[in-house]
């Protein structure tokens, strides 16, 4: 039972262009979101996050976009570099539980020069 | 800064050995917690701990043991390493359960 779902395993851009990386959720209580970069051979590192009072939340060339009700949020990337070719994951979690972070399967970023 | 370093990048094992992962973090993080990557299937927890001592299974316990007997020190161990155990391993810690983790670099685990 996948409570976090990426769905594209790969996505593949221009240099320049947005990246837009997605990810869907089925536990209605998680109530805050985190995106992980991961390069080959080394651990992920965190890059940004959103609690669920939010609906949007800007570091610098990144973005994250949440829409609770349709339970999906999103990674904006702009624009997008070559360097930020990497694995992206995204976890959930819901602060009053137990639970620990959910990931998702990520999604591999190709940013063509 | 949080480090959050692993005793090996690389691991060659043979099937059937004992394997010890150590993980060790300096920021005084109660939650600890072991993950396995392989392609296609993300991360997939093994064990956390939230507490010398203490610890809870993941979501694929099966075929791994984990030990805290320091507040900064966190093993996986593989009582029989087995050949579906080649992958990348990943340790990570927290200040509460729910927030952000912080990952060590990772190790590459090969069972022949």
């Known amino acids: 039972d996948q409570q976090v779902k990426q769905n594209s395993p790969s996505l593949s851009v221009q240099e320049g262009r947005i990246s837009i990386l997605n990810c869907d959720y089925t536990?209605?209580?998680?109530?805050?979101f985190l995106w992980y970069k991961k390069y080959p051979a080394e651990g992920p590192t965190f890059l940004i996050s959103?609690?669920?009072?939010?609906d949007k939340n800007e570091d610098g060339r990144f973005t994250v976009f949440l829409n609770k009700s349709a339970k999906h949020l999103s990674l904006h990337i702009v624009p997008s570099q070559p360097g930020d070719s990497a694995v992206y994951f995204c976890?959930?979690?819901?602060?009053?539980?137990?639970?620990?972070?959910?990931f998702g399967k990520g999604t591999k970023l190709t940013v063509n020069p | 800064d949080v480090k959050v370093t692993q005793s090996s990048r690389y691991l060659v094992k043979r099937t059937g050995e004992k394997v010890f992962l150590e993980c060790v973090q300096d920021?005084?993080?109660?939650?600890m917690f072991w993950y396995r990557q392989d392609p296609g299937l993300g991360l997939r927890l093994i064990y956390f701990s939230y507490d010398v001592k203490m610890k809870e299974k993941g979501d694929i316990p099966e075929g791994y043991s984990v030990s805290r007997e320091k507040k900064e020190r966190f093993s996986l161990i593989l009582e029989s390493a087995s050949t579906n155990q080649t992958s990348m391993y990943l340790c990570?810690?927290?200040?509460?359960?729910?927030?952000?983790?912080?990952f060590g670099p990772g190790t590459r685990l090969t069972v022949l």
């Open positions: 990570a810690s927290s200040l509460a359960r729910t927030d952000e983790q912080f």
């Open positions: 536990n209605s209580m998680f109530d805050y």
């Open positions: 920021m005084d993080h109660e939650n």
């Open positions: 976890a959930a979690s819901y602060q009053g539980g137990s639970e620990k972070l959910v």
């Open positions: 959103i609690s669920s009072i939010k």
